[in-house]
């Protein structure tokens, strides 16, 4: 574990800028050894005011006493808190963020998705786990935390997922210059039913020339009128789902027990996907098929109507996320791997998903992707991998 950092001059033999990505490098460490020793003491904190105190009040004055050490809020404490009871529970997870193999955001997005599991549950899905930490992004973090909780507990998976799903509410933060922010929290397909018009109208507004606004503005506008004025009669109010479901092999034959997958949320629980078609006006389904030894993404079904790009939706379903190292954006663009200037084909097993800025940089003098998309070298020389996602469906248990 790094407990200092040494800061160097350059080396006249090294790329320029070397020393100053192994000082980044090594100050990350620092701040994530940091950060869990941290979160460790608050625990310990807990533990000393426990015997002193009744019922909550030890939570509650062991994370305001935690945050005022830190200069925060009490409600960073309690997240803090809450962080390291879960991590007393999971001593490999713990012992991954001290020694600086993820980071406090991937740490804080397993234990926002980890239901309560009785002692065996837990130690089989940390064992589960393990191998698949150093490296982990906050995203796919959480999307393997709620596959594999889903295979070990799924009753338990099932009464998370559906008090999520009423964890429903909007917020105001009000901002400086006269503006605010609105967050509105509920179910995803809700969500989209409201976002959804939004978009339509800043594509229309795009074409017009006369219209000046940028995308965001008709988006809120749009939004305002519809909120104050009532809603506009000319935009699709019927509730319309497209189920692109992975599943792996043996389900078709009947024979599988995994999780599905809800393509864009990740692994679902089988009430939830019940309460989202039971709802929805008009269901349209997909089945992506995988590999039941190894999870790769097999086939797309294409019988979809008024189905095009067939391949680009490959590609979206199989890599979920950019693929550039450690980026969970939302994939924008596919592109090839090897560039097709130097020969490479136009082939499912040649593209990989990007978002706008990983496309960007990657285009950029001094930057280079090996053929099979695994590894990235920067300008400076320095390597980082870029691991596939993990298993859209687990295989199933013996």
Request: hydrophobic residues 40%; negative net charge.
């Given at each position: 574990?790094?407990?200092?950092?040494?800061?160097?001059?350059?080396?006249?033999?090294?790329?320029?800028?070397?020393?100053?990505?192994?000082?980044?490098?090594?100050?990350e460490?620092?701040?994530?050894?940091?950060?869990?020793?941290?979160?460790?003491?608050?625990?310990?904190?807990?533990?000393?005011r426990?015997p002193?105190?009744?019922?909550?009040?030890?939570?509650?004055?062991?994370?305001?006493?935690?945050?005022l050490?830190?200069?925060?809020?009490?409600?960073?404490?309690?997240?803090?808190?809450?962080?390291?009871?879960?991590?007393s529970?999971?001593?490999?997870?713990?012992?991954?963020?001290?020694?600086?193999?993820?980071?406090?955001?991937?740490?804080?997005?397993i234990?926002?998705n980890?239901?309560s599991?009785?002692?065996a549950?837990?130690?089989?899905?940390?064992?589960e786990l393990?191998?698949?930490?150093?490296?982990?992004?906050?995203?796919?973090?959480a999307?393997?935390?709620?596959?594999?909780?889903?295979?070990?507990?799924?009753?338990?998976?099932?009464?998370?997922a559906?008090?999520?799903?009423?964890?429903?509410?909007?917020?105001?933060?009000?901002?400086?210059?006269?503006?605010?922010?609105?967050?509105?929290?509920?179910?995803?397909?809700?969500?989209?039913?409201?976002?959804?018009?939004?978009?339509?109208?800043?594509?229309?507004?795009?074409?017009?020339?006369?219209?000046?606004?940028?995308?965001?503005?008709?988006?809120?506008?749009?939004?305002?009128?519809?909120?104050?004025?009532?809603?506009?009669?000319?935009?699709?109010?019927?509730?319309?789902?497209?189920?692109?479901?992975?599943?792996?092999?043996?389900?078709?034959?009947?024979?599988?027990?995994t999780?599905?997958?809800?393509?864009?949320?990740?692994?679902?629980?089988?009430?939830?996907?019940?309460?989202?078609?039971?709802?929805?006006?008009?269901?349209?389904?997909?089945?992506?098929?995988?590999?039941?030894?190894?999870?790769?993404?097999?086939?797309?079904?294409?019988?979809?109507?008024?189905f095009?790009?067939?391949?680009a939706?490959?590609?979206?379903?199989?890599?979920?996320?950019?693929?550039?190292?450690?980026?969970?954006?939302?994939?924008?663009?596919?592109?090839?791997?090897?560039?097709f200037?130097?020969?490479?084909?136009?082939?499912?097993?040649?593209?990989?998903?990007?978002?706008?800025?990983?496309?960007?940089?990657?285009?950029?003098?001094?930057?280079?992707?090996?053929?099979?998309?695994?590894?990235?070298t920067?300008?400076?020389?320095?390597?980082?991998?870029?691991?596939?996602?993990?298993?859209?469906?687990?295989?199933?248990?013996?």
């Amino acid at each position: 574990m790094v407990r200092s950092i040494v800061v160097v001059e350059p080396d006249p033999d090294e790329l320029p800028g070397a020393h100053l990505i192994d000082t980044i490098s090594a100050c990350e460490q620092v701040i994530r050894a940091a950060e869990a020793i941290q979160a460790q003491h608050a625990g310990m904190l807990l533990a000393e005011r426990e015997p002193l105190m009744e019922g909550r009040h030890a939570f509650l004055s062991a994370a305001g006493e935690t945050a005022l050490a830190r200069g925060m809020s009490p409600s960073a404490g309690i997240t803090q808190l809450e962080t390291a009871i879960t991590l007393s529970r999971l001593p490999a997870v713990q012992a991954a963020w001290v020694d600086g193999l993820v980071s406090g955001v991937t740490v804080r997005a397993i234990v926002k998705n980890l239901p309560s599991l009785d002692h065996a549950s837990m130690a089989l899905f940390e064992a589960e786990l393990e191998p698949h930490l150093p490296g982990l992004t906050p995203r796919a973090a959480a999307e393997l935390t709620r596959s594999l909780t889903l295979e070990i507990d799924p009753d338990e998976a099932d009464r998370k997922a559906l008090a999520a799903r009423e964890d429903q509410y909007v917020f105001v933060a009000d901002e400086a210059d006269g503006v605010a922010t609105l967050i509105a929290h509920g179910p995803a397909e809700l969500i989209h039913q409201i976002a959804d018009p939004l978009l339509a109208s800043a594509r229309r507004a795009k074409n017009d020339p006369g219209d000046q606004r940028s995308r965001g503005q008709v988006m809120f506008q749009t939004l305002h009128a519809s909120a104050v004025a009532g809603p506009n009669p000319e935009l699709e109010t019927m509730r319309t789902l497209e189920l692109a479901v992975v599943i792996s092999a043996e389900h078709l034959l009947g024979a599988g027990d995994t999780p599905a997958e809800l393509v864009g949320h990740g692994p679902v629980a089988p009430v939830v996907l019940d309460q989202l078609i039971d709802e929805a006006d008009r269901v349209f389904y997909r089945r992506l098929v995988t590999d039941p030894v190894d999870g790769r993404l097999l086939h797309t079904d294409p019988r979809r109507r008024l189905f095009t790009g067939a391949l680009a939706r490959h590609v979206r379903y199989r890599d979920k996320r950019c693929q550039g190292p450690s980026c969970d954006a939302a994939i924008a663009e596919i592109d090839h791997v090897r560039e097709f200037q130097h020969g490479g084909p136009t082939t499912a097993e040649n593209a990989e998903g990007l978002c706008v800025t990983t496309h960007t940089m990657k285009s950029i003098p001094g930057w280079a992707v090996s053929h099979d998309g695994a590894t990235w070298t920067t300008p400076t020389g320095h390597t980082y991998p870029s691991p596939p996602p993990p298993d859209v469906v687990r295989r199933r248990r013996e």
